[in-house]
């Protein structure tokens, strides 16, 4: 293929041309390099499963957790799993995709602010057992955190 080719109107001067050659990794062409290339043998037998799913509803689902059973690119999907699906559905858009890493970026979020409160709770109740009279000012000072975290964590603790 001729990367000239891909432009609507051609270029009066061509100043550099691109050849490539393109290879058919279907499974059933059986090309050399699908044995050389583990993740391209893999993407293809993926593809495979997709097309045997294709007439069902939740195709991209049913064939991603086939695929993870399998051990076909499971690493991945199980990490991007709800990428690739997005990314295979033909009404796929960038904000459809933005979308997708904004959730899954939420969710971390969630996860790693749980874990801070957990930490946070566990230092001002070191601070409580030290010394109980020590004000609740005093502690938000120290810790740098906010007078109500430290009211809410006496409060848990009943201290």
Do not use: W
Request: positive net charge; charged residues 30%; proline residues 1%.
């Amino acid at each position: 293929m001729y990367l000239s080719s891909a432009f609507l109107e051609k270029p009066v001067e061509n100043g550099l041309e691109l050849k490539v050659k393109v290879i058919n990794i279907n499974s059933d062409k059986v090309h050399k390099i699908l044995d050389k290339c583990n993740v391209l043998r893999e993407y293809s037998l993926f593809i495979d499963v997709v097309r045997k799913y294709a007439k069902e509803e939740a195709t991209l689902k049913k064939a991603i957790r086939e695929c993870i059973e399998k051990g076909i690119l499971s690493d991945y999907l199980k990490r991007k799993g709800s990428e690739v699906e997005n990314m295979l559905i033909a009404e796929y858009s960038y904000e459809k995709d933005i979308q997708v890493k904004q959730q899954e970026a939420r969710r971390a979020g969630h996860q790693e602010g749980r874990q801070e409160g957990i930490l946070l709770s566990a230092r001002i109740f070191q601070e409580l057992q030290r010394d109980s009279s020590v004000s609740n000012s005093q502690i938000a000072t120290r810790l740098g955190c906010a007078l109500q975290e430290v009211e809410s964590t006496r409060k848990l603790f009943g201290i």
